[in-house]
């Protein structure tokens, strides 16, 4: 049953320390997605790549957030320096896209980050 | 602009009855693809059920079916003989294109199912 692995599951952290988040899409899906979810803001799109290619990082505050995906088997998101603020469930997501399609996304069980 | 509406935060069904879950969108493109996830209290999102805009049939899924009207814009989540175990939180999502790969989700609307 293959599913799209997180880690960490949970990070406590403090204001101003560098947070990495790990992500491992299903194989064979060539999209991947990063989602923020607050109870203020709900599920919110920070970044997502298409064949390793970032298409999209409009929702990432430039400052301090980067998503990069080195290989097809590894996502990540850094916050530096993270900021109480930056509270909340990371999603990752991946999905297999094409033109004319429109397949479901798969979600990891998120990486819950509290910065005190 | 928000494209996807859910207009209900929360709905509550007695246990065995049918729940409709509110859904609209708004879209210019003719090709677009509707979506609905259930994230229980575990925190995982599950995906439930698709449907595409050139779809003639409503979509199902067991117990779970989405009323699709078109012209209405409006893509309703149908869950029929509610179990405890369905109460959770209920997303609808949309990806329009086929210029874009993003999804954009709605607020969700949570749903408790009473014994």
């Known amino acids: 049953d293959a599913r799209v692995t997180q880690t960490p599951r949970d990070k406590v952290t403090e204001m101003g320390q560098e947070v990495t988040m790990r992500c491992q899409p299903i194989l064979g899906h060539n999209t991947v997605f990063w989602y923020r979810q607050t109870m203020m803001q709900g599920l919110e799109l920070l970044a997502y790549f298409r064949n390793r290619a970032p298409l999209d990082d409009s929702g990432m505050p430039k400052d301090r957030f980067s998503a990069e995906m080195p290989d097809a088997t590894l996502a990540t998101l850094k916050i530096q320096p993270s900021e109480p603020r930056d509270s909340a469930v990371y999603f990752c997501?991946?999905?297999?896209?094409?033109?004319?399609?429109?397949?479901?996304?798969?979600f990891g069980p998120g990486t819950r980050l509290t910065v005190l | 602009a928000q494209k996807i509406t859910q207009t209900q935060p929360g709905m509550f069904v007695q246990e065995k009855e049918a729940v409709t879950l509110d859904c609209t969108y708004d879209t210019s493109d003719p090709s677009y693809g509707l979506f609905w996830y259930k994230q229980p209290s575990s925190g995982e999102m599950i995906f439930l059920i698709y449907?595409?805009?050139?779809?003639?049939q409503n979509a199902t899924e067991g117990r779970y079916s989405l009323n699709f009207q078109k012209a209405r814009k409006s893509a309703n989540l149908v869950i029929s003989a509610s179990q405890l175990g369905d109460s959770a939180m209920y997303f609808c999502a949309m990806r329009e294109g086929p210029g874009t790969y993003k999804y954009i989700f709605g607020t969700g609307t949570r749903l408790k199912v009473l014994a």
């Open positions: 997501a991946s999905g297999t896209t094409s033109g004319s399609s429109y397949n479901e996304q798969f």
């Open positions: 449907q595409g805009s050139y779809d003639q």
